[in-house]
């Protein structure tokens, strides 16, 4: 399986997982001038923007470890944006980060949901 199709399929079963926990899904791929979020959602009243990160095995190490700084700062701005745009910057928020490890292309070793991976 290509990247993007893993990483399309760890979204959907994301979702899926999210929704099951009692989040509510708000938007999937959200898309501004300062780039993507995977998924935003409330948790109960706090608004929370996850990175999804698949992996086809953890040899590597968890998928929720690749989430550098770089990309920690991204999530913040398009947060930021996501906020400003639906007028919610005095909204509680948080970071969460589903890992998803594969076994294959139809079976799920693992999935973990990290709620406040990091902090803004």
Same mark, same amino acid.
Do not use: H
């Given at each position: 399986?290509?990247?993007r199709?893993l990483g399309?399929l760890g979204e959907d079963?994301?979702?899926?997982?999210?929704?099951?926990?009692g989040?509510?899904?708000?938007?999937r791929?959200?898309r501004?001038?300062?780039g993507e979020?995977?998924i935003i959602?409330?948790d109960?009243?706090?608004?929370?923007?996850?990175?999804?990160r698949?992996r086809? +095995?953890e040899?590597h190490g968890?998928? =929720?470890e690749?989430?550098?700084?770089?990309?920690?700062r991204h *999530?913040?701005?398009?947060? $930021?944006?996501?906020?400003?745009?639906h007028?919610?910057? +005095?909204?509680?928020?948080?970071?969460d =980060?589903v890992?998803v490890?594969f076994?294959?292309?139809s079976? *799920?070793?693992?999935i973990e $949901?990290?709620?406040?991976?990091?902090?803004?």
């Open positions: 399986m290509r990247n199709e399309d079963l994301a979702a899926r997982y999210l929704t099951a926990q989040y509510i899904i708000l938007a791929k959200f501004c001038r300062s979020v995977d959602a409330l109960k009243e706090v608004l929370v923007f996850v990175e999804v698949s086809s +095995d040899e968890m998928p =929720c690749t989430i550098n700084r770089e990309k920690r *999530i913040r701005r398009v947060a $930021l944006a996501y906020q400003a745009r007028g919610l910057l +005095d909204r509680d928020s948080r970071f =980060c890992s490890v076994i294959d292309e079976r *799920i070793k693992s $949901l990290i709620k406040d991976a990091f902090w803004s």
